[in-house]
């Protein structure tokens, strides 16, 4: 793991010990119950239409996106402006990560057309720049890298100005399984952190491996440098700011390009873990000037920031 970085500017300091404790999020009583408050700045309008077209071409052509299956807050705004984030290999997940809405069991059979479908549906939207992720695949031998690498081509068929972007799984340290997804060469290779390794196991659960993902961002590069390599972290779970500075440090070391730092939301209040703290905007600010100064070529910090939020003006 790398050293820790001097902090810029002064911040309210969290250390480890007073990060799992609830302190920082608002509550309130509505008609005798507790609700938490979102702070003013995790509150934002909703867009004006556009939102159906997206959302029905989806339905027509029997496409799932992580925008739906993951409640994305950011889904009216991405929807009206017809872009969306493909989530292909099902809608049903092998890991219990605590933090995510899709649904998790035992997934069912690959659908051979879902390339076609999702290069039609990219044409069709009119994407110049196409994000494609997928629900984690651990039944499958190679992680379902065919079928990613499937889907790059069909969309290269009918798309061919698009440029691509995958979010992909871990593929359990598989090297083979990486290395057919890259023949297919996409543009943009993601792969997301989430958390810091302290809480590793709590948010992504036992199958899970922080070690996993720094290998996976590092070997991509060694096998296709011309790829751009992206990873992201979703803050707000209890993580102290020296190790997101350490994690940043480690991604640098990994050779990654691009970075996303977003603040963690419960998608439901009966179940998934809590927000610990609301990372103020200036906060947010903070780690994106570390994260440039560490050397990252794009850095995207915000509350709404997600993996796939305007992902093409990263990618450009
Ligand atoms: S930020 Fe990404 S996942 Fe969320 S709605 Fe937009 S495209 Fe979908």
Known sequence: MGSAVSKLIALPI????????????????VDGSTVK????????????GGVN?????MEELGLETVCDNAKCPNRSEC????????????NTCTRPCGFCAVKRGRPGALEADEPTRLAQAALRLGLKHVVITSVTRDDLADGGAEHFRQCILAVRELVPDATIEVLTPDFVDNPDAV????????EVFNHNTETVPRLYRRVRGPKSRYRWTMDLLRLVKQLSPQVRTKSGLMLGLGETQDEVLEVLTD???????????????????????SVVRYIHPDEFAFYGEMAKKLGFKK??????????????????
């Open 14 to 29: 969290v250390s480890a010990e007073s990060a799992d404790v609830d302190v920082q999020v608002e509550a309130q009583e």
């Open 37 to 48: 408050r979102l702070p003013r700045w995790l509150k934002k309008p909703l867009p004006k």
């Open 53 to 57: 077209f997206t959302a029905g071409l």
């Open 79 to 90: 929807y009206s402006q017809q872009t969306a984030t493909f989530m292909i290999l099902g």
């Open 179 to 186: 290395a057919k997804l890259l023949e297919a060469r996409p």
């Open 251 to 273: 991604l640098r070391d990994a050779d990654c390009d691009f970075l996303t730092l977003g603040q963690y939301l419960q998608p439901s209040e009966t179940r998934y873990l």
């Open 299 to 316: 850095v995207a910090s915000g509350p709404f920031v997600r993996s796939s939020y305007h992902a093409r003006d990263m990618a450009e």
